[in-house]
Each structure stands twice: as C-alpha cells, then as structure tokens.
C-alpha cells in the first residue's frame, strides 16, 4: 500500500486547507484511513481517523473545525480543516490501518498567528 499527501503549505490562523491522501497498491488490506500530526518536539498524534464502515473519530482539540472524508471511486481520503490555528501546525501524515500501518512521507502545515 502507498500513501501520497498532498495540501499542505502556510496558512493564516482562521483559514482553511484541505489535505489529500491517495492511496495505491493492495488496498483491500485497509481497515481504516486517518491522519496524524506530529508538531515540533512532540509526539506524533491522531487526528483524525475513518473506518472503512464509515465511522470517524477525532482528536478533541479538532472536533467541530476538522473533517474526514473518503472518496472511494478516487481511492482519496482528506482532511478539510477549518479554522486553524497556530497549534495546529506540523507534519501531518496519512494513515492506512491493516494487518501493519502504512505511512505517508507526510505534508508540512504552517499556521501563522
């Protein structure tokens, strides 16, 4: 399974960016799609996460400005982010769940304040 990111880039507090995760490969091996974050000098964190049923889940600190979305047809899922702020900014990663986890090469998100 290969994962491409794509979206990321400088962003004002209160704007939005859009994430893009393309998936490749055997992908009938995934159970779940999901982002994570991994900001400077911290731990890399999840984000947000959907299962192939359609159920989500969401890091606290991004429910209600964040959303998981999956486009079977595009083998795509994105993260549509909404009024950013400073600590939202990292690295963040496209996640494939399995019989192991695939990773993404990641895509910087900078918000200014």
């Known amino acids: 399974v290969q994962l491409v990111e794509s979206g990321g880039g400088l962003v004002q507090a209160g704007g939005s960016l859009r994430l893009s995760c393309t998936t490749s490969g055997n992908i009938f091996v995934i159970n779940a799609l999901g982002w994570y974050r991994q900001a400077p000098g911290k731990e890399r964190e999840l984000v947000a996460r959907k299962t192939i049923f359609g159920s989500a889940n969401y890091a606290d600190s991004v429910k209600g400005r964040f959303t998981i979305s999956k486009d079977n047809a595009k083998n795509t899922v994105y993260l549509q982010m909404n009024s950013l702020k400073p600590e939202d900014t990292g690295v963040y990663y496209c996640?494939?769940?399995?019989?192991?986890?695939?990773w993404g090469k990641g895509t910087l998100v900078t918000v200014s304040s």
């Open positions: 996640n494939a769940e399995g019989a192991v986890d695939y």
